[in-house]
C-alpha cells in the first residue's frame, strides 16, 4: 500500500506468491513517494484476503501499518478496544489489533495534525499495552514512514538509506532482513533496535529508543532457518553462524559415534542446511554431495497447513539421486526438524534409491514446545519430539540415528558473532518464554487454535517492508 503527496492511499493485495499478486502492470498504477508492504505466510486466523497486509484505519489520520510477529495478549487488547476504546476489529488478525492500539493512541492527542514526539508518546504507551513479539513498519498519510520493534527484539527490523534516483535527497528504507536493501543499493544498514522508534516524514529522520530492556532475545530460528544465508541480523551473519552450527554438529557427531563411525557421505536436505552440511562434512573429513535436486517452484514444506499436504508436497518438492545413496551409509543434514513428515519422507526417499543407513543430523535442538512469536508450528501435538526421547524421534522419522545440536552450541554459534547478544529467544527448545505472559491457558488456547485440525490461520508473520523517498 502507497500513499501519493496528496495524502491518498492506493491499495494492491492478494494471496498468492508475490510474482503473482505485485504484477508489474498493478505495481505500475500505484503512484506516490512512500509504502507500505507486506509478505505473509498465516500463523493464526484465516487465509482470506481481508487479513492480507498491510491493515489500514482511516481514523487518526490514515494509519497503514504490516506486522511481523505475535502478540501473546490478544484476547485482552480485543477487549480493550471493544469495550473501552470502542474501535471495530474486523478480523481475526492480532496485526489488526496492534493497528487499532497505534491508532487509538494518536487519537488521544485531539490535534488535527500531529508531530513526531506525538508518535513516540503513542508507540511508548504502545510497548506497555502489547506484549510478545513486533516488528512493524506504519505509515500516516501525508506525513511519513515509522519502524518499530518490540522491548524484547525477538522479530527483526532493519533501516537504510541511498541516494535517491529521482531527487536530490535520499531514499529511506526498512526491512526484516538486510539483503533486501542490500540488493536495491542501500546503504548504512543498521538494526532498529530493540524498543526503538524511527520516524522518517517529509523533512527528517528521527530515532529514540524508547525502552532499554536488560537484555535482548532475538528470536534464534531467524538464523537457524527463516533467514537468507546473506542476510546480517542483529549484527550476526547468518551464513557464518551456519558454519559454526556445523563445527559444532559435527563434534557431535563424532562424540557420539567415536571409533564406531562408518558414515561415507554428508548429504544436505536443500536448502537451507547446506552451509552446515559443508562444514560438518569438512570438520569429519567426510565427501560432501548433493544428494536431492530441489523443485524450486514449491513453497517451504513445514507452514503448509495440513499433514497430507506437507507428505505429498516433500515428494514433489525434493528427487533424491540414486548414485550419490545406492549402498552408502549416509548423514542427511537439516536445519530443524518440526513435525517429522518432511524428514521421514525424505529418509524412505533415501531408503527408496539404495541407502544401507540412513543417519539425521540437526543444526537445531529437538523442538518440544510451541512458538508464541510469529512461527507456524505452536500445537505441541504436532512436534515429533515433544514429549519424547530422541531415539524416539528416530524411530518415528525411520532413520538409524538422530543427532540433535546442543543448546549451548547453538547459542554460541550465534552469540560468538556479536557478544553483546547474551541471550536469545529459544522458547521452542527449552519452553522459556521472554516476553509476555505466556500461561499454560495461553498455550491450550493456541493449541485449539492452531492445530492442524482447527485449520485456521492467522497474519501475524511474515517480512515486512517501509519505503519512503525523502526530498
Given at each position: 500500500?502507497?500513499?501519493h503527496?496528496?495524502?491518498r492511499?492506493?491499495?494492491?493485495?492478494?494471496?498468492?506468491?508475490?510474482?503473482?499478486?505485485?504484477?508489474?502492470q498493478r505495481?505500475?498504477?500505484?503512484?506516490?513517494?512512500?509504502?507500505?508492504?507486506?509478505?505473509?505466510?498465516?500463523?493464526?486466523?484465516?487465509?482470506?484476503?481481508?487479513?492480507?497486509?498491510?491493515?489500514?484505519?482511516?481514523?487518526p489520520?490514515?494509519?497503514?501499518?504490516g506486522?511481523?510477529?505475535?502478540?501473546?495478549?490478544?484476547?485482552?487488547?480485543?477487549?480493550?478496544?471493544?469495550?473501552?476504546?470502542?474501535?471495530?476489529?474486523?478480523?481475526d488478525?492480532?496485526?489488526?489489533?496492534?493497528?487499532?492500539?497505534f491508532?487509538?493512541?494518536?487519537?488521544?492527542?485531539?490535534?488535527?495534525r500531529?508531530?513526531?514526539?506525538?508518535?513516540f508518546?503513542a508507540?511508548?504507551s504502545?510497548?506497555?499495552?502489547?506484549?510478545?513479539?513486533?516488528?512493524?513498519?506504519?505509515?500516516?498519510?501525508?506525513?511519513?514512514?515509522?519502524?518499530?520493534?518490540?522491548?524484547?527484539?525477538?522479530?527483526?527490523l532493519?533501516?537504510?538509506?541511498r541516494k535517491?534516483?529521482?531527487?536530490?535527497?535520499?531514499?529511506?528504507?526498512?526491512?526484516?532482513?538486510?539483503v533486501?536493501?542490500?540488493?536495491?543499493?542501500?546503504?548504512?544498514?543498521?538494526?532498529?533496535?530493540?524498543?526503538?522508534?524511527?520516524?522518517?516524514?517529509?523533512?527528517?529522520?528521527?530515532?529514540r529508543?524508547?525502552?532499554?530492556?536488560?537484555?535482548?532475545?532475538p528470536?534464534?530460528?531467524?538464523?537457524v532457518?527463516f533467514?537468507?544465508?546473506d542476510?546480517?541480523i542483529d549484527g550476526?551473519p547468518?551464513?557464518n553462524?551456519?558454519?559454526?552450527?556445523?563445527?559444532?554438529?559435527?563434534?557431535?557427531?563424532?562424540?557420539?559415534?567415536?571409533?564406531?563411525?562408518?558414515?561415507?557421505?554428508?548429504?544436505?536436505?536443500?536448502?537451507?542446511?547446506r552451509?552446515a552440511?559443508?562444514?560438518?562434512?569438512h570438520?569429519?573429513?567426510?565427501?560432501?554431495?548433493?544428494?536431492?535436486?530441489?523443485?524450486?517452484?514449491?513453497?517451504?514444506?513445514?507452514?503448509m497447513?495440513?499433514?497430507?499436504?506437507?507428505?505429498?508436497?516433500?515428494r514433489?518438492?525434493?528427487?533424491a539421486?540414486?548414485?550419490?545413496?545406492?549402498d552408502?551409509?549416509v548423514?542427511?543434514?537439516?536445519?530443524s526438524?518440526?513435525?517429522?513428515?518432511?524428514?521421514?519422507?525424505?529418509?524412505q526417499?533415501?531408503?527408496?534409491?539404495g541407502?544401507?543407513?540412513?543417519?539425521f543430523?540437526s543444526?537445531?535442538?529437538?523442538?518440544?514446545?510451541?512458538?508464541?512469536?510469529?512461527?507456524?508450528?505452536?500445537?505441541?501435538?504436532?512436534?515429533?519430539?515433544?514429549?519424547?526421547s530422541?531415539?524416539?524421534v528416530?524411530?518415528?522419522?525411520g532413520?538409524?540415528?538422530?543427532?540433535?545440536?546442543?543448546?549451548?552450541?547453538?547459542?554460541?554459534s550465534?552469540?560468538?558473532?556479536?557478544?553483546?547478544?547474551?541471550?536469545?529467544?529459544?522458547?521452542?527448545?527449552?519452553?522459556?518464554?521472554?516476553?509476555?505472559?505466556?500461561?499454560?491457558?495461553?498455550?491450550?488456547?493456541?493449541?485449539?487454535?492452531?492445530?492442524?485440525?482447527?485449520?485456521?490461520?492467522?497474519?501475524?508473520?511474515?517480512?515486512?517492508?517501509?519505503?519512503?523517498?525523502?526530498q
Amino acid at each position: 500500500m502507497n500513499a501519493h503527496n496528496k495524502g491518498r492511499l492506493f491499495q494492491c493485495k492478494g494471496n498468492g506468491m508475490v510474482r503473482d499478486v505485485f504484477t508489474p502492470q498493478r505495481l505500475m498504477a500505484l503512484t506516490g513517494n512512500m509504502g507500505v508492504a507486506h509478505v505473509r505466510y498465516p500463523t493464526a486466523g484465516t487465509p482470506a484476503d481481508s487479513e492480507a497486509q498491510p491493515f489500514y484505519v482511516n481514523s487518526p489520520y490514515g494509519i497503514v501499518m504490516g506486522h511481523n510477529g505475535n502478540l501473546t495478549n490478544d484476547s485482552e487488547l480485543r477487549h480493550f478496544l471493544d469495550y473501552d476504546a470502542h474501535r471495530h476489529i474486523n478480523t481475526d488478525s492480532d496485526s489488526e489489533l496492534l493497528l487499532n492500539i497505534f491508532a487509538n493512541n494518536l487519537q488521544k492527542t485531539g490535534k488535527f495534525r500531529i508531530n513526531e514526539q506525538d508518535i513516540f508518546t503513542a508507540i511508548q504507551s504502545l510497548f506497555s499495552e502489547c506484549q510478545g513479539a513486533y516488528a512493524a513498519t506504519a505509515m500516516l498519510a501525508g506525513f511519513g514512514i515509522i519502524g518499530f520493534r518490540d522491548p524484547h527484539g525477538i522479530r527483526p527490523l532493519v533501516f537504510g538509506r541511498r541516494k535517491s534516483l529521482t531527487t536530490d535527497g535520499y531514499d529511506y528504507m526498512f526491512a526484516s532482513e538486510s539483503v533486501v536493501l542490500d540488493a536495491l543499493d542501500f546503504t548504512d544498514i543498521d538494526d532498529v533496535q530493540p524498543g526503538e522508534v524511527i520516524i522518517v516524514s517529509k523533512y527528517a529522520v528521527t530515532r529514540r529508543r524508547l525502552v532499554v530492556e536488560e537484555q535482548i532475545t532475538p528470536c534464534i530460528f531467524e538464523y537457524v532457518y527463516f533467514a537468507r544465508p546473506d542476510s546480517t541480523i542483529d549484527g550476526i551473519p547468518v551464513y557464518n553462524a551456519r558454519l559454526d552450527m556445523g563445527v559444532k554438529l559435527a563434534r557431535k557427531v563424532r562424540q557420539v559415534m567415536g571409533d564406531a563411525m562408518d558414515i561415507d557421505v554428508v548429504i544436505p536436505v536443500p536448502d537451507t542446511s547446506r552451509a552446515a552440511a559443508l562444514q560438518l562434512s569438512h570438520e569429519l573429513g567426510l565427501p560432501y554431495r548433493e544428494g536431492f535436486n530441489k523443485n524450486r517452484y514449491i513453497g517451504r514444506t513445514f507452514i503448509m497447513p495440513g499433514q497430507e499436504m506437507r507428505r505429498k508436497n516433500v515428494r514433489r518438492k525434493l528427487n533424491a539421486m540414486p548414485t550419490e545413496f545406492k549402498d552408502l551409509n549416509v548423514l542427511l543434514v537439516d536445519d530443524s526438524i518440526v513435525r517429522g513428515t518432511t524428514s521421514q519422507e525424505i529418509i524412505q526417499m533415501a531408503r527408496d534409491v539404495g541407502a544401507k543407513k540412513v543417519y539425521f543430523a540437526s543444526a537445531a535442538p529437538a523442538i518440544r514446545f510451541p512458538n508464541v512469536y510469529g512461527i507456524d508450528m505452536p500445537s505441541m501435538k504436532e512436534l515429533v519430539a515433544a514429549g519424547h526421547s530422541d531415539g524416539d524421534v528416530a524411530a518415528a522419522i525411520g532413520a538409524d540415528y538422530v543427532f540433535f545440536q546442543d543448546l549451548s552450541d547453538l547459542i554460541d554459534s550465534c552469540r560468538k558473532f556479536n557478544p553483546k547478544i547474551t541471550s536469545f529467544d529459544t522458547s521452542v527448545f527449552d519452553g522459556k518464554y521472554v516476553a509476555g505472559n505466556v500461561s499454560e491457558e495461553y498455550l491450550q488456547k493456541l493449541e485449539n487454535r492452531r492445530s492442524d485440525d482447527a485449520k485456521k490461520k492467522d497474519g501475524g508473520d511474515g517480512e515486512v517492508i517501509g519505503l519512503h523517498n525523502y526530498q
